[in-house]
């Protein structure tokens, strides 16, 4: 059985920082691409980052590159997402994605709230 457990989300100020983090289990973690997405209240949900576990190779989207950091501990087949300088734009639910291109399977974590406010 999949399962992706994120956690670390809360409630920041603009400036902080937050990592997230995305426990994955029933899966070979090297097949997949591990990705964060964000849901905010009338938009659809976007990827911010993703990071392919067999080679490390990662992309962000525009609004986050430089800010947030997507990283992975193959021991623990664990993903994070280091998030600095937080601006309330960055406020949604987060969730965690496994997609597992060779079997074209794409699983969805429970999602984490993080919310950017003063």
């Known amino acids: 059985q999949v399962q992706l457990v994120e956690s670390g989300g809360g409630l920041v100020q603009p400036g902080g920082s937050l990592r997230l983090s995305c426990a994955a289990s029933?899966?070979?973690?090297?097949?997949?691409?591990m990705s964060w997405y964000r849901q905010t209240p009338g938009k659809e949900r976007e990827s911010v980052a993703s990071?392919?576990?067999?080679?490390?190779?990662?992309n962000y989207a525009d609004s986050v590159k430089g800010r947030f950091t997507i990283s992975k501990d193959n021991a623990k087949n664990t993903v994070y997402l280091q998030m600095n300088n937080l601006k309330p734009e960055d406020t949604g639910v987060y969730y965690c994605?496994?997609?597992?291109?060779?079997?074209?399977?794409?699983?969805w974590g429970q999602g984490t709230q993080v919310t950017v406010s003063s």
């Open positions: 994605n496994a997609n597992i291109v060779v079997f074209r399977n794409v699983y």
């Open positions: 990071i392919n576990v067999f080679n490390g190779r990662a």
């Open positions: 029933g899966f070979t973690f090297s097949n997949a691409v």
